[in-house]
């Protein structure tokens, strides 16, 4: 059974562009996580996606939305990007809530 | 709202040792528990959970976790370090009040010396 896939693994960004990060879950997962990590801040939950409804959002700013198909991938966009937004984004599915999060490898976001 | 503490950002252990990882939780409803290990520039492995089941959870690796309600506690333990331990690791809760997030703990790097 193939794991989560997050594309692309890394990505180089000037401050003021957007981005989009794409996320397959494990076949099957209706529950999709993302979180941010970052050396100051650590793990941080952005968004949680269930059969195509965000369910909870974190405390991000509005730059940052998320969005799930139906076939259960999902994509987060980041919009006007800035130097702070240079993090590990991680993409979490799991097959109903209140179970184990099975993790992607993380996209690697660069703003200079 | 629940969180999961970690204490000690660095723990260094020699190679065969013992390895004890500290972790605490908050939570008014009784939680499920998680370990997950990230290797540098990887995505985070589980190592082990608790939801309410047995007390000693024994995960992957060796890795084995005692959650005990009285300390509010789920520190993980190993008996024997090995140096392909060397990773950080981090506690999670989820609750019944909070179905949607992980929270996380600031994660403890472990180091271990031949």
């Known amino acids: 059974k193939a794991g989560v896939t997050q594309t692309p693994r890394y990505l180089i960004k000037t401050r003021g562009q957007q981005v989009t990060l794409s996320c397959s879950p494990i076949?099957?997962?209706?529950?999709v996580s993302w979180y941010q990590q970052t050396p100051g801040q650590g793990l941080q939950f952005l968004f949680e996606y269930f059969s195509e409804t965000q369910r909870n959002k974190g405390n991000f700013p509005g730059r940052f939305s998320g969005r799930q198909f139906s076939n259960s991938r999902s994509e987060m966009n980041v919009s006007t990007l800035e130097l702070g937004d240079s993090a590990l984004y991680l993409c979490a599915s799991s097959s109903r809530l209140n179970t184990e999060a099975f993790f992607g490898q993380g996209t690697r976001l660069t703003v200079v | 709202a629940q969180s999961v503490t970690q204490l000690g950002s660095h723990v260094s252990v020699s190679e065969g040792a013992l390895v004890l990882l500290r972790c605490n939780y908050s939570s008014s409803v009784p939680p499920y528990l998680f370990w997950y290990v990230q290797y540098p520039n990887q995505g985070l492995q589980l190592l082990l959970k608790y939801t309410s089941a047995a007390t000693l959870v024994k995960g992957i690796n060796g890795f084995e976790a005692e959650f005990k309600k009285s300390e509010t506690s789920f520190h993980l333990t190993k008996p024997s370090a090995h140096m392909s331990d060397a990773a950080e690791y981090f506690c999670?809760?989820?609750?019944?009040?909070?179905?949607?997030?992980?929270?996380f703990g600031t994660g403890t790097r472990l180091q271990v010396f031949p």
């Open positions: 999670a809760v989820i609750t019944t009040q909070d179905t949607d997030k992980l929270i």
């Open positions: 076949s099957g997962h209706r529950s």
